[in-house]
């Protein structure tokens, strides 16, 4: 009877513990309202076009989704958008020359690196040649987002992601497996283009309520 008491008691108190705060809506910890337009260079990668489209694309959903109103302009490729300004590395001086032709405030620029599929075999039972052979994809990604007015670098972000390729398992059962239907670098995008824009993303917090 005491330990159920108890166990009551305990119970209401957490209960009084929960209701004595308050979940926070915390603002963005970029806020891209003082830019008036956005301007974003198509990201480049190790892999396809249809990829690199992929992501500029995404990045323009997720931070639209987060801020709504943000306004974009897609420029192009890295390469014609330089040549339109006559540089041929994107620079400080490029960023600028960038915002005055085509009226942008700020310039997203990204990358994407794939690495080559990485194949770990694990045994689990030598005596039974029991054991596994995975194979995996890391794609790396990483932007930064410029000022026009002056060319300076104002965030940056980097992260990365894994997907499986395909499986073997050997066991005294047999041998059994699978391999991914769709292309891992694809199914990559949304995920890494997620981690990515954090920082344009209100969070939620608890506080004690007033």
Sequence with gaps: MRSYVGFT?????????????????VPPRVDLTPYRT????????NATGAINGRATQQLQE?????????????????????????????????????????????????????????????????????????TEVKGDISARLLETETGASVWSNSGWVRRQVGRVNVSEYGVSGAMSKSDPREDMVAALVYQLTYDFRPSTTRQPAK
């Design 62 to 134: 997720q931070v639209q989704s987060a801020q709504p109103g943000t306004r974009f302009i897609d420029l192009g490729s890295r390469e014609a958008v330089l040549a339109a300004v006559g540089r041929n590395q994107l620079d400080a001086d490029a960023a600028k020359r960038i915002g005055r032709k085509y009226g942008v405030a700020a310039l997203f620029v990204g990358e994407l690196a794939y690495s080559d599929p990485k194949t770990d075999i694990r045994v689990s039972d030598l005596t039974k040649l029991e054991g596994g052979v995975r």
């Design 9 to 25: 008691l305990l119970s209401l108190a957490a209960l009084c513990g929960c209701s004595s705060t308050v979940l926070v809506t």
């Design 38 to 45: 956005l301007g974003v260079i198509e990201f480049t990668s």
